[in-house]
């Protein structure tokens, strides 16, 4: 793998040990290496993740943007796109907590009001029985589960989703009730895709806590977040993509919208979601570490991996672009 110097490694390892960081976090610990601030200098902090992530492509790796879809903050982390839920929890959590983690993320994504959340006495009452896959014909389900699962009890279940929130795999929302944490948000990104979970009409991400158009039979969903940014252009009428009817004014109408709002990252600053695919050829010859020489540049280019496949569904219909 090519060398990455001390900066890089203290952006990785600030995002590896203190879990996703908000945006202005992340944006601190940038300024601490590189002495740069990226809202200025935002062809240099592109490029340092454009050179992180094809050095973390080797592992599989991803450093990377992501919303938390409760109040449309940016946050920055790094996440394994290979490992799946019970390999990251596996080492803290116990399999009938991995069971019930997952049993009352399904009662969020299912949640028909799409507030994203469901109540505490909800998620008390999720099954485990139903996480499970039995390998034989389960017509008396409840007979086969593994001891361990029958005698996870109520008060273990609120200690897990004390312990879930803890760690922020789950949240409490603002109005009291049991939501995705942001490392969920991170790390369920491909789990939304594979479970089809509709996706909101503005940004593309999975809609876990959206608007649904307000026509009967409508299925398109928006992030409150996106259409705060899509109706804040008064171009014409709010009129939903899909059926052409009027989406009602959103709740915070009368707020004032700052258009020209820069530390607010636009959607192609969130697609680094994938900072490998921004198209840096324009970009100008500052750096964000000025020890790497020509040589171990071009070094570095030739055993360069294809970021390819390791950046999923964000990057379908954009043009992948390269470093040159
Ligand atoms: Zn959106
Ligand atoms: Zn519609």
């Not at 909800?122 to 005698?151: G, Y």
């Not at 959206?210 to 009967?216: D, F, G, L, N």
């Not at 000025?290 to 043009?319: F, N, W």
């Amino acid at each position: 793998m090519a060398s990455l110097t001390w900066r890089y490694h203290t952006l990785i390892q600030a995002l590896l040990s203190r879990g996703p960081l908000k945006e202005e976090e992340f944006h601190e610990v940038f300024i601490g290496v590189s002495g740069k601030n990226p809202v200025k200098h935002q062809n240099v902090f592109n490029e340092a993740l454009l050179r992180i992530n094809n050095a973390l492509a080797y592992v599989q790796f991803e450093l990377r943007a992501c919303r938390n879809q409760y109040d449309g903050k940016v946050y920055y982390g790094v996440v394994n796109n290979v490992a799946d839920e019970q390999s990251k929890l596996g080492t803290k959590y116990s399999a009938p907590q991995i069971a019930f983690y997952k049993g009352v993320i399904d009662a969020i994504i299912n949640d028909v009001g799409l507030e994203g959340a469901i109540s505490n006495i909800d998620a008390l009452n999720v099954r485990l029985e139903n996480q499970i896959v039995l390998s034989q014909a389960p017509q008396d389900s409840t007979a086969k589960l593994p001891t361990a699962f029958k005698l996870f009890n109520m008060s273990q279940k609120e200690k897990t989703l004390q312990e879930l929130i803890k760690d922020r795999w789950l949240c409490q929302t603002s109005s009291d009730k049991i939501g995705l944490g942001i490392r969920s948000f991170f790390d369920l990104r491909g789990w939304f895709r594979t479970n089809e979970v509709p996706s909101c009409d503005v940004c593309d991400e999975a809609g876990v806590k959206a608007s649904i158009c307000p026509k009967e039979g409508c299925s398109v969903r928006i992030h409150d977040y996106c259409l705060k940014k899509k109706f804040s252009k008064r171009t014409g009428a709010r009129a939903c993509s899909g059926c052409g009817a009027e989406w009602p004014l959103p709740e915070y109408e009368s707020e004032e919208i700052d258009e020209n709002n820069t530390t607010s990252p636009d959607e192609s600053q969130i697609a680094s979601a994938n900072p490998v695919l921004r198209d840096l050829r324009n970009a100008k010859t500052e750096k964000f570490d000025s020890s790497q020489d020509a040589s171990q540049r071009k070094k570095r280019r030739i055993c360069k991996p294809e970021p390819a496949e390791t950046v999923e569904a964000s990057q379908r219909g954009r043009s992948r672009a390269r470093k040159v």
